[in-house]
Nanobody
Framework: VQLQASGGGLVQAGGSLRLSCKVF???????????MSWYRQAPGKQREMVAT???????NYADSVKGRFTISRDNGKRTFYLQMNNLEPEDTAAYYCHTIRNMGRNQYDLWGQGTLVTVSS
């Protein structure tokens, strides 16, 4: 199973970007039930959770992005998204998509390669 993130770029403060994460090699029933997440890591800082969406489409957001970011999923396309509006320079970071694969009693963290978001002031 592989996760492929895309959609990053350079944008001015107040602008918008939409990140996508395509999951390859996961059947629909597994994808549909998994929690999908976006994390980010700014230079010199620890990786932090940005947003999660469950299989039942319940969402959770970091306080810093509430009201500006929206996470969503399209199970049929094995893809989930992060719509980022009203971007701020503090949102500059590498963004990583993530899910957990359950195999028997073991769990495996799966990460995308990261996509860079740069917000200029």
């Amino acid at each position: 199973v592989q996760l492929q993130a895309s959609g990053g770029g350079l944008v001015q403060a107040g602008g918008s970007l939409r990140l996508s994460c395509k999951v390859f090699g996961m059947i629909l029933s597994e994808f549909s039930g998994n929690i999908m997440s976006w994390y980010r890591q700014a230079p010199g800082k620890q990786r932090e959770m940005v947003a999660t969406v469950t299989g039942s489409r319940d969402t959770n957001y970091a306080d810093s992005v509430k009201g500006r970011f929206t996470i969503s999923r399209d199970n049929g396309k094995r893809t989930f998204y992060l719509q980022m509006n009203n971007l701020e320079p503090e949102d500059t970071a590498a963004y990583y998509c993530h899910t957990i694969r359950n195999m028997g009693r073991n769990q495996y963290d799966l990460w995308g390669q990261g996509t860079l978001v740069t917000v200029s002031s």
